[in-house]
């Protein structure tokens, strides 16, 4: 059973930093040969795209909205995605979820939630 557990979200002030990690278990392919993405959903918006990490290389995508304040990162060996957040600011506020896709099967985890107020 595939499962995608996010974690590291919470309550940060305007311009502070976050760090979300995605753990995953169960995977039929190994965990390298997954394209990892973050999306968020803000209350009452559609779920958006904010960043994509590549395999294996790793190549980087990101929402124009995030660039230059959000890196995504993958620890292949450890079957983890992580999404550094920095400048936050309150329209970053959003659940935010972890998705794993290959052709093989689409994954999404529960998601965790980022608030960004003062």
């Known amino acids: 059973q595939v499962q995608l557990v996010e974690s590291g979200g919470g309550l940060v002030q305007p311009g502070g930093s976050l760090r979300l990690s995605c753990a995953a278990s169960g995977l039929t392919f190994s965990f390298s040969m997954y394209t990892m993405r973050w999306y968020r959903q803000a209350p009452g918006k559609e779920r958006e795209l904010v960043a994509v990490?590549?395999?294996?290389?790793?190549?980087?995508v990101y929402a124009d909205s995030v660039k230059g304040r959000f890196t995504i990162s993958r620890d292949n060996a450890k079957n983890m995605v992580n999404l550094q957040m920095n400048s936050l600011k309150p329209e970053d506020t959003a659940r935010y979820y972890c998705?794993?896709?290959?052709?093989?099967?689409?994954?999404w985890g529960k998601g965790t939630l980022v608030t960004v107020s003062s």
């Open positions: 990490i590549g395999r294996p290389g790793g190549s980087t």
């Open positions: 998705n794993a896709v290959r052709s093989t099967g689409n994954y």
